[in-house]
């Protein structure tokens, strides 16, 4: 196609999308909105028919809500489900699928009160938004034909244009619907209870309660009437099942919302190929037990031990533990969580991060949990899918009956039973609202990150595993600015040779566009991230010991292959860094840096050559803020690990509910330690990049910016946000108010001072755990 073509192709879609505008705006409902839609794209593309079919996520079923060409009498009439026919087939795939002739295909369900027999042709794309799909365009023609791929294109342009408007549409007729409707309240409820709780993720959502009972699982029946070989046969098919689930789940989460998420059940692996851990459950096998009990004993011994020890590191590998324990029992036929096909709000003591990943989300609209219900893991998941959630207490959640309409806000923890009037319009104005935010995010995508001036800010993404390059760009992400090699480690049953390494990285380095900078980290674990092959020992406190390159430098073996790997994967390919984390002193990076120039002059001497990859180190530990001057001379570049430091310098745990509150980068202590460092990287021309939720922070980034950071890494959903958030300040306002912030006594101080700058703020409430 030319590109006049493309032009004129451009030109048709955005005329089509100035079109629906009008039509909605001067439509009176959500339903003339649609059948107005229908008719005028069947005019514009000359087609024979045009339909607009909707999913109700109540019934699980697709619904025909409008039509120009089919008989009209059967809107409303004519529903599938999503498995049934090609407008099924359309929405399972959320791709366009086209048949010249319809009726041939396997897939076809014929509907003939729709009077649809007399076409043959059928072209069906995805109303899409959010990366979910909630609907179906479909044209016929009578004559068979096939539409061409520019067809198909503008058509699935068109359907992107005008599914934001026709979801507004349908969300008004939603909020009307739901602020018409008369509350009745039982006698024995008296009147609207309002709840404040902990805010865990930001959003709001209207809803009927959906309650769910769980968690303890019954203990199973200990002896067996087995065999010893069956009982062990079911052990290893649960195993074996649980671990293809687990796979599965890694790949649904990574599609959803990325790698960095999905990591979080690398850990679930790593309890699942844990020999120590079979070994145990097939002990009490042997010795008579059912495959269930011994499982369940098994969980709960280890459980017992980490609650002993009071470590909450260890609660958060308890969690996951639990979660497995569960998954292998469930598929033993113990059932954990009840299964729910209903909508709303749902209501439950404890939710694992299992959990959150098979919620439907097109069901549930938000989480109340029992406080402390919900450990990090299964928080970073909810932020991700924005699904709101709020932590109440006991007492209130026992107040809250199934199916009661009630109204969460994860941005300020309020949440309300049988809202009245006053409640429900304010919830009306925040979901537009957050629509429209979420609606105006999707524009971000593809645009260069700059202030409102026009400076340039680097938006990178944090990856955890490779073949993740389509994803992070399609967020809109200049690069990868954190390969956290671990996680690749962590998968694994033994330490990967070069070979293997070297294909990893190769892989992720082909999928990304040479003129995108790709830095790698090295390899980052400790005994409270370790898989059972690395050989750690229990320690007091991890964080503090013997890790990263602690132990890199005294055990150099693993490290060395690492960076002879990374040698081989680059090869000449421009644009690739090398950064050493959890650096303290001088020597270290010395060291690590004199050891990589040995591997590199090593496989030189095999007639190898190299592009230069330069060498920087995370700033992560107070000590090497204080002296930064002195590791200038010793590195090409700088990167501030923000999760970390703020936890080193406040002394604070962020996994301890008790003291997670005192947790928040944007402490003035620490904006005080990255500004110094920020201010000698610049007089030594050395860049700077900043990986942590720091960076995501729709209040953090301004305040980064604003002390002369120009680079930020983050998880790729998020960077949307970030794109939009400093689109609205301009460089010279960022810097006043990170100027304030620096003088600022307080973390509450400094996100007081954003507020005045950014009113609607979501600030910290988006990255609490």
Known sequence: MSAAETQEQLFFALQTFTEVNRIITSSHNSDETLARTATMIAKRIKVDACSIYIFDADQSILILKATHGLDPSTIEKVRMLPSEGLVGLVLERSAPVQESKMQEHPRFKAFPQTKEDSFSSFLGVPLIEHRKSFGVLVVHTIEPRTFSPEEVQLLSSIATQISSLVSKALLLK???????????????????????????????????????????????EKTSSRTVDLEMSDFQAAMDHTISDTLKLIEKVTDRVGTEEASIFHAHLMFLEDQHFQDKIKLQIESGNTA?????????????????????????????????????????????????????ILIVRQLLPGDIARLDTTRI??????????????????????????????????????GSPIAINGDTGFAATYPNKEVLAEFKQLLLKQHTYYEHLEEFRDIPCKTSDGVRINLLANVALGGDAIQLI??????????????YFLSLDRYPDIDEQSKVYRDLLESIP???????????????????????????????????????????????????????????????????????????????????????????????????????????????????????????????????????????????????????????????????????????????????????????????VGLGIDSLSMNAPLIPVVKKRLSGISLADAQSLAKKALDASSPVEVRNIIRECFPDSHSKEQHKT
């Open 365 to 402: 609209k938000g989480i109340i949990l029992s406080s402390g219900g919900i450990v990090s893991h299964a928080a970073i998941l909810a932020r991700s899918l924005r699904i709101p959630v709020v932590c109440l207490e006991d007492h209130e959640l026992d107040q809250i009956k199934d």
């Open 174 to 220: 939603q909020l009307d619907t739901a602020t018409q409707e008369p509350v009745t309240q039982p006698k024995s409820e008296g009147s609207s209870l309002h709840m404040t709780g902990q805010p865990v993720a930001y959003g709001v959502a209207l809803g009927k309660a959906v309650l769910l009972k769980q968690s303890d699982i019954e203990v199973p």
């Open 514 to 704: 040479e003129d995108k900078p790709v830095v790698f980290r090295t390899l980052d674990v400790g005994a409270d991230k370790a898989a059972p092959y690395m050989g750690f020992q229990d320690e007091d406190n991890p964080f503090l010991g013997y890790r990263a390159v602690r132990r890199q430098l005294k055990e150099k073996k693993v490290l060395k292959e690492q960076l002879c790997a990374l040698l081989q994967a680059t090869g000449t390919r421009p644009n690739v860094r090398l950064l050493f984390p959890m650096i303290t002193n001088v020597i270290e990076i010395k060291k690590a840096r004199a050891l990589f120039e040995e591997c590199r002059k090593e496989m030189e001497a095999s007639g190898k050559t190299f592009a230069k990859i330069e060498v920087g180190m995370m700033f992560e530990v107070p000590s090497a803020f204080l002296i930064c001057e002195k590791f200038m001379p010793e590195i090409d570049f700088c990167s501030i690990g923000s999760n970390d430091l703020t936890q080193y310098v406040l002394a604070v745990d962020r996994n301890n509910p008790q003291i997670s509150e005192l947790y928040d980068p944007l402490h003035p202590a620490v904006l005080q330690l990255i500004h110094k460092l920020v201010k000698t990287a610049a007089e030594h021309n050395k860049p700077v990049e900043l990986c942590g939720e720091m960076a995501s922070d729709p209040d953090g980034c301004v305040i980064l």
């Open 474 to 487: 399609s967020y809109g992400a200049e690069g990868v600015g954190l390969f956290r090699t671990e996680i």
């Open 292 to 344: 269930a009990w011994s499982i369940y004993h098994t969980v709960h011994e280890y459980l017992g031990a980490f609650e002993e020890i009071k470590d909450p590191y260890l609660s958060e590998k308890g969690a996951d533990l639990k979660d497995v324990g569960y998954r292998l029992l469930h598929y033993l036929g113990h059932e954990v969580l009840s299964v729910t096909k209903k909508t709303g």
